[in-house]
């Protein structure tokens, strides 16, 4: 079966047929409160949504009432609430990548989601099923964030619970998967629009770190996984920002006593990394950050110390 976006399945997905955050009438006011004052503040690319899916000056119709707040900066105040300036970049790459994963799903076919992804022991739909659940998990942390609800587990039943829920789903057709993904992003995408200041700050239960850590790790997974599933879209689409937070990030997986000189050949993006003795990496900069992440390069990389060529070094487990 071939999933193309003008089928029936797909076309309730995109209509965003649901509310994607359900509010009480409180936090419905003061949501349409923040849209109105960030509407005036950007006096553009903010729009609302309406519930019926019908478009109401989006670029497509849309579910949920808000206003891309956190997606701008304006000389880095948005409506007199300040955020941090890396989410403010991530929310934007966040919506640049959604469009591509849909853009990679469309026309997705049954034989592909069983085929092998780019990592080991997971098909495609292991990918696509750890997509779906990272993001209906993402979204209930992100909107009790917003409501400022009690901390509730990442995950229903741990890690053992978000093993068995990826197999479990692993092997749905491609037009579930696509729905199931595509309902993920809108909704992610719903709640992006409303988080301000003081929910970015509150705990989560990811890692009990913050919605605001939250919102980073969804961009680094979204990114890295749209790549995972072989579907078109390689890691040279990582932008310098991406690749700036990616190596900031993976920088713990350096060992303890070595030093990485990282010298990209294509762009101008040294990054030093570790103490210890040193190898100098060079190659193109998607290619480095991608080994960093794990991932296998496009082209080979280079590794030498104090001149002479030696291996890549082993890096330490994901942080």
Not at 85 to 112: F, K, P
Request: glycine share 10%; proline share 5%; with cysteine.
């Amino acid at each position: 079966m071939v999933v193309h976006r003008g089928c029936g399945v797909a076309r309730v997905a995109r209509g965003r047929v649901e509310l994607v955050v359900e509010l009480d009438i409180d936090h419905a006011v003061m949501a349409l409160g923040h849209l109105s004052s960030v509407r005036g503040a950007l006096g553009h690319r903010t729009h609302f949504r309406s519930r019926a899916g019908g478009r109401a000056g989006g670029r497509w119709p849309r579910v949920v009432v808000a206003a891309r707040a956190v997606a701008l900066r304006v000389q880095g105040e948005l409506a007199g609430v300040m955020i941090p300036s890396d989410v403010v970049v991530a929310v934007e790459s966040i919506e640049w990548t959604h469009e591509r994963v849909r853009t990679a799903l469309d026309g997705l076919t049954d034989v592909q989601v069983t085929q092998p992804s780019r990592l080991p022991r997971w098909t495609r739909g292991h990918v696509l099923a750890h997509l779906a659940n990272l993001g209906e998990a993402a979204a209930r942390q992100l909107q009790n964030a917003y409501i400022d609800a009690p901390v509730v587990p990442f995950y229903d039943g741990g890690m053992e619970g978000r093993d068995a829920a990826i197999e479990a789903d692993a092997g749905l057709s491609a037009a579930e998967h696509v729905a199931r993904v595509e309902a993920a992003l809108d909704r992610v995408e719903g709640l992006l629009d409303l988080l301000d200041e003081a929910a970015l700050a509150r705990r989560t239960g990811f890692r009990d770190r913050t919605a605001a850590a939250l919102v980073l790790a969804w961009w680094r997974e979204t990114s890295i996984h749209l790549t995972d599933l072989d579907l078109g879209v390689e890691h040279t689409m990582w932008g310098a920002a991406l690749r700036e937070h990616l190596v900031g990030y993976l920088s713990a997986r350096v060992p303890d006593g070595l030093r990485l000189d990282l010298e990209p050949t294509d762009v101008d993006e040294p990054r030093y990394l570790g103490d210890g003795v040193t190898v100098k990496v060079t190659g193109a900069a998607s290619d480095i950050v991608a080994w960093l992440a794990g991932r296998t390069p496009l082209e080979p990389l280079h590794a030498t110390t104090d001149g002479a060529a030696t291996p890549l070094p082993e890096l330490g487990p994901w942080p």
